[in-house]
């Protein structure tokens, strides 16, 4: 028999994904809320996408009609719904279940480990550009999507290999990691950045970096950002800080995070676990972070404004 797999959080993130291993055959259940189930109800689930468009009339459940463990959770809420998130799904979590989580930042793996054990917690991450329409369907834009998911210990085996392979669908590509840890801190490093570079300056990667400073400040921040990964003990690798300079310098992209997406349409944004989480671990390494703290500064600001 197939695996259970609860998808927490039927938004930008899981319920690309989920829809996806939906359609591939697997056995998926979104846990959501009564507007989410309402809306879905109604429309499918559907997503628009440049790797093809398609609907799902997907299988959902409510917390409290939740029966029993699932063998996988893959959870993609933002970060400041987690603790509510978290009661909401405990009934799904048994002694077998793995979860793995596709949030941004780290502070979420120590967050779930004190709840349901280090052992239940995997660690997670993945690429893709999506947000959620006015109609609540899923927009997808640019590259393939990817989720990569390992053990946080790093130890490969045949138990995390099965939950890899059972991860996939067309659509998206699965890898199997054995260095998640780096992995979540590679992709840390450029979100961090990358919502540094697009919060600060207001614009997408390639309007900063077609001004005459814009490249020189982009480098700075990812510099910045680096620099703390470094002092944790996860320094990313010569062609990966390359790669990431190279993407966030591009005079033509017009790539933007979600974090800036989510401020332009006023709505709450993750500040406190993309950029306030990573200026904490500076801190303790004393490391400096100008830019950062601009960054931190400025979202604090926004989210006061929002109270
Ligand atoms: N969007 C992107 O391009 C990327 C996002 N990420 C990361 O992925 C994570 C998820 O982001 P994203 O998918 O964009 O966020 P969305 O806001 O689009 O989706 C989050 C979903 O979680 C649901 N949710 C929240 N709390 C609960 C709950 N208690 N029970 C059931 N459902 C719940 C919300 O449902 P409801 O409608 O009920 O509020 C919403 O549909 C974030 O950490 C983000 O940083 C990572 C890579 C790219
Ligand atoms: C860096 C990016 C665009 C890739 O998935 C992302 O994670 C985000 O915007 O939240």
Excluded at 87 to 111: C, E, K, S, W, Y
Excluded at 209 to 235: D, L, M, N, T, W
Aim: charged letters at 15%; one cysteine or more; aromatic letters at 6%.
């Amino acid at each position: 028999m197939g695996s259970r797999i609860l998808v927490v959080g039927a938004g930008a993130v899981g319920g690309y994904f989920g829809a996806r291993m939906a359609s591939a055959g697997h056995d998926i259940t979104f846990l959501v809320r009564e507007r989410r189930q309402q809306q879905l109800r109604a429309e499918g689930l559907c997503l628009i996408s440049s790797a093809g468009d398609a609907t799902i009339r997907p299988q959902m459940v409510m917390a409290n009609k939740i029966d029993g463990p699932y063998d996988i959770i893959l959870l993609s809420v933002k970060a400041y719904s987690l603790t509510a998130a978290m009661n909401d799904f405990a009934p799904a979590v048994g002694p077998l279940t793995r979860i793995v989580p596709l949030l941004n930042g780290m502070q979420h793996l120590d967050i779930l480990a004190d709840r349901f054990g280090p052992a239940a917690i995997m660690g997670g991450t993945c690429f893709i550009v999506s947000k959620l329409d006015a109609q609540g369907r899923i927009v997808q834009t640019g590259t393939l999507p990817r989720l990569s998911v390992g053990e946080q210990a790093g130890s490969d085996t045949p138990a995390a290999r099965t939950i890899a392979q059972t991860l996939s669908g067309p659509g998206f590509g699965t890898v199997f990691s054995t260095h998640i840890l780096q992995d979540m801190w590679d992709k840390w490093v450029l979100l961090a950045a990358l919502g540094s570079i697009c919060c600060l300056m207001r614009g997408t990667v390639g309007e900063v970096s077609s001004q005459p400073a814009g490249k020189a400040f982009a480098r700075a921040v990812i510099h910045e950002c680096a620099s703390i990964a470094v002092a944790a003990g996860y320094p990313l690798r010569d062609a990966t800080l390359k790669g990431t300079v190279s993407l966030l310098t591009k005079t033509d992209s017009t790539l933007t995070s979600s974090m800036f997406r989510d401020l332009l349409q006023g709505a709450p944004v993750e500040a406190g676990q993309i950029i306030g989480d990573l200026v904490k671990r500076a801190r303790a390494h004393q490391v400096p972070t100008p830019l950062l703290d601009l960054t931190d500064l400025n979202l604090r600001v926004y989210e006061q404004q929002s109270e």
